[in-house]
């Protein structure tokens, strides 16, 4: 059973819309981080966010770590093409800082 | 610099049989992990390490076994492969703590 889940599971929408991906869990997690993976590749690092309320502004993405440290969004601003790609959260947490995934969101941007 | 480095990139199995993955990384990072990838299933945690010499079980652990016996090396073993193995695996490095994790480039195993 994963431990993050994330919404919505799929996502198709025109260039220039604006989007918001959740990531949700019952474990408090010591941060959570945001990757993005392209087809035949492993996932890259976008983000890390380690604070209660914390929110983090990458050009047009907007991450924001939840006041409880359960939970987490990001939000792209005028989505373009090059974003499409599937968007995976990690949280970082028991007494060995194992490393877990979620359930992903598959971003495709139409031009 | 090579980073994480996975082979095979692509296997055949036949049900029953067994092999071995091999992750390698270059990085000196303490924690190494093995994950897989299934449609709609995001990255499950099969095993993972913090240390040479510790190891222990993740989400998906069965079927699975795993060793480290240096830093830089950490195989993941399918001792009698299964069609439910099919899936794409991904090996991880990273330094401990709340640290970026660094990817290979991943094994799709098709077990028939």
């Known amino acids: 059973t994963q431990l993050l889940e994330q919404s919505p599971q799929f996502l198709s929408i025109q260039e220039g819309e604006n989007l918001t991906v959740y990531c949700n869990s019952s474990?408090?997690?010591?941060?959570l981080q945001w990757y993005r993976q392209e087809p035949g590749e492993g996932p890259v690092l976008l983000v890390t966010v380690v604070t209660g309320g914390e929110v983090k502004k990458l050009k047009r993405l907007t991450f924001q770590f939840g006041d409880a440290r359960k939970d987490s969004s990001l939000h792209i601003t005028a989505a373009q093409p090059g974003d499409t790609g599937l968007y995976l959260c990690a949280g970082v947490g028991g007494a060995t800082n194992k490393l877990i995934f979620g359930t992903g969101t598959l971003l495709a941007v139409q031009p | 610099n090579a980073g994480v480095t996975q082979t095979p990139k692509f296997q055949v199995l036949k049900t029953g049989q067994s092999m071995t993955l091999q992750c390698a990384q270059d990085?000196?990072?303490?924690?190494m992990s093995w994950y897989r990838q299934d449609p709609g299933m995001g990255l499950r945690l099969i095993h993972y390490s913090v240390g040479a010499g510790i190891t222990d079980q993740g989400e998906v652990p069965n079927g699975y076994n795993v060793s480290r016996s240096t830093t830089e090396d950490f195989p993941l073993r399918l001792l009698s492969a299964a069609p439910s193995q099919t899936s794409v695996y991904f090996c991880?490095?990273?330094?401990?703590?709340?640290?970026?994790?660094?990817f290979g480039q991943g094994t799709r195993l098709t077990v028939v």
């Open positions: 990085m000196n990072h303490e924690y």
């Open positions: 474990s408090v997690f010591s941060s």
């Open positions: 991880a490095s990273r330094r401990a703590y709340d640290t970026e994790a660094f």
